[in-house]
């Protein structure tokens, strides 16, 4: 398996999109599942990770900001979920040839004129 290097992340490092897209090709790559990764079969990965995310907040109702109410593998099954989620989305936008860091960073800028900063907002 020449060129695999699996993750072994500790939680302080800061991690770069581009970092986890080339893991993530590595990861398909040294498996063969690229064959399976076009942009439907991703995306309907992807929908079926947010579905899989959203199963975890269906009975709880609001719930408050850093979970302070919730166990501790309650907390790991969310960060699994989230973390599902994230991976494929990189992936889409990987097959797809999109920069998603530019494209989040354009589209943050692009709200920012559509919703500007009124005296209401204050």
Same mark, same amino acid.
């Given at each position: 398996?020449? !060129?695999?290097?699996?993750?072994?992340?500790?939680?302080?490092?800061?991690?770069?999109? =581009?970092?986890?897209?080339?893991?993530?090709?590595?990861?398909?790559? #040294?498996? !063969?599942?690229?064959?399976?990764?076009?942009?439907?079969?991703?995306?309907?990965?992807? #929908?079926?990770?947010?579905?899989?995310?959203?199963?975890?907040?269906?009975?709880?109702?609001? #719930?408050?900001? !850093?979970?302070?109410?919730?166990?501790?593998?309650?907390?790991?099954?969310?960060?699994?979920? #989230?973390?599902?989620?994230?991976?494929?989305?990189?992936?889409?936008?990987?097959?797809?040839?999109?920069?998603? !860091?530019?494209?989040?960073?354009?589209?943050?800028?692009?709200?920012?004129?559509?919703?500007?900063?009124?005296? =209401?907002?204050?």
């Amino acid at each position: 398996m020449e !060129g695999l290097k699996e993750c072994s992340l500790t939680t302080t490092k800061d991690v770069s999109l =581009q970092e986890l897209k080339l893991r993530l090709r590595d990861f398909a790559r #040294v498996r !063969g599942w690229e064959q399976f990764h076009s942009p439907r079969n991703l995306l309907l990965a992807l #929908v079926g990770e947010v579905g899989e995310l959203s199963e975890i907040f269906q009975w709880k109702g609001e #719930v408050a900001r !850093g979970l302070p109410n919730w166990s501790e593998d309650d907390k790991e099954h969310l960060e699994d979920e #989230v973390s599902d989620v994230l991976l494929y989305l990189i992936q889409l936008a990987d097959v797809c040839g999109l920069d998603l !860091g530019k494209a989040a960073l354009t589209k943050i800028n692009k709200n920012g004129q559509k919703y500007p900063i009124t005296h =209401q907002n204050i």
